[in-house]
Nanobody, 120 residues
Framework: QVQLVESGGGLVQAGGSLRLSCAASGRTHMAWFRQAPGKEREFVAAISWTGGITNYADSVKGRFTISRDNAKNTMYLQMNSLKPEDTAVYYC?????????????????WGQGTQVTVSS
């Protein structure tokens, strides 16, 4: 069972930056998802366990960067040029599958979520 611990959320003004972290207990493909109030959870970005494959939602391309440090078993999401519409609870997922460049999340390895609030 993969254990996940997230950190780094907070309140920031539009145009600002935040970095989220997700520490995992194993070396697996990983991803970030987010869920805004009243909306379904949506994909944000994913990274393969080697770091060689990354994938982003169109809404965050050019603003967010996913990375990982396998020596620390930690995945990061650097979020720049934040917008109010980025406000959501951000969840990390691990042990998913990449198929033709698309990340399919596992059902058993979700973090507890970290709140990101972007004020206008």
């Amino acid at each position: 069972q993969v254990q996940l611990v997230e950190s780094g959320g907070g309140l920031v003004q539009a145009g600002g930056s935040l970095r989220l972290s997700c520490a995992a207990s194993g070396r697996t493909h990983m991803a970030w998802f987010r869920q805004a109030p009243g909306k379904e959870r949506e994909f944000v970005a994913a990274i393969s366990w080697t770091g060689g494959i990354t994938n982003y939602a169109d809404s965050v391309k050019g603003r967010f960067t996913i990375s990982r440090d396998n020596a620390k078993n930690t995945m990061y999401l650097q979020m720049n040029s934040l917008k109010p519409e980025d406000t959501a609870v951000y969840y990390c997922n691990a042990d998913g599958t990449f198929f033709k460049g698309t990340y399919y999340p596992s059902s058993h390895a979700w973090g507890q979520g970290t709140q990101v609030t972007v004020s206008s």
